[in-house]
T-cell receptor
Framework: GENVEQHPSTLSVQEGDSAVIKCTYS??????FPWYKQELGKGPQLIID?????GEKKDQRIAVTLNKTAKHFSLHITETQPEDSAVYFC?????????FGTGTSLTVIP | DAGVIQSPRHEVTEMGQEVTLRCKPI?????LFWYRQTMMRGLELLIY????????DSGMPEDRFSAKMPNASFSTLKIQPSEPRDSAVYFC????????????FGPGTRLTVL
């Protein structure tokens, strides 16, 4: 089955700096890679996703890159704000199942 | 659409009691997933259904756990008997099966077994 690894587990950045979270996956058949943001007491919410036929996608301050050859994908948040503080999960879809990373707790220091 | 609906939001029970968690997926979605989230193990897939049929229940920890989906708009996750180590947040999520379709999560049920 698919195995998704995520790093780092915790990340602290100063407000205005960039944050990068990286994930690797093992199943070359995985074709869809969403990123979720989970705030305290809430369920994960999709913030951006990328399909296997695309190398990069951007939505305002958030971008995701995908390297299919190396089987890794990354989340980039620029100009971080305190409200970006949350736990972020990467995931890979293989078949009908979603496989999640272990999460990154991001703290943006004002 | 109201999104994925879960009930109850919080459940506190005593060891040995039966617990039933409920989920209403987004209308039109044909896949439903039950996850468990703990600090130690992160987000674990317990079981998922496609068109109301259980496809993969390999994540169900033991026979005390069971899940049903009697129709396209309702699913239950039951723990009988419950144990303190079952304490966790349980999420239900739904999606379309085919294509590059995102998975929508419910707000979760926080279960505490004393």
């Amino acid at each position: 089955g698919e195995n998704v690894e995520q790093h780092p587990s915790t990340l602290s950045v100063q407000e205005g700096d960039s944050a990068v979270i990286k994930c690797t996956y093992s199943d070359s058949a995985s074709n869809y890679f969403p990123w979720y943001k989970q705030e305290l007491g809430k369920g994960p919410q999709l913030i951006i996703d990328i399909r296997s036929n695309v190398g990069e996608k951007k939505d305002q301050r958030i971008a995701v890159t995908l390297n299919k050859t190396a089987k890794h994908f990354s989340l980039h948040i620029t100009e971080t704000q305190p409200e970006d503080s949350a736990v972020y999960f990467c995931a890979a879809r293989a078949g009908n199942q979603f496989y999640f990373g272990t999460g990154t707790s991001l703290t943006v220091i004002p | 659409d109201a999104g994925v609906i879960q009930s109850p939001r919080h459940e506190v029970t005593e060891m040995g009691q039966e617990v039933t968690l409920r989920c209403k997926p987004i209308s039109g979605h044909n896949s439903l997933f039950w996850y468990r989230q703990t600090m130690m193990r992160g987000l674990e897939l317990l079981i998922y259904f496609n068109n109301n049929v259980p496809i993969d229940d390999s994540g169900m920890p033991e026979d005390r756990f069971s899940a049903k989906m009697p129709n396209a708009s309702f699913s239950t996750l039951k723990i009988q008997p419950s144990e303190p180590r079952d304490s966790a947040v349980y999420f239900c999520a739904s999606s379309f099966t085919s294509g590059y379709n995102e998975q929508f999560f419910g707000p979760g049920t926080r279960l505490t077994v004393l």
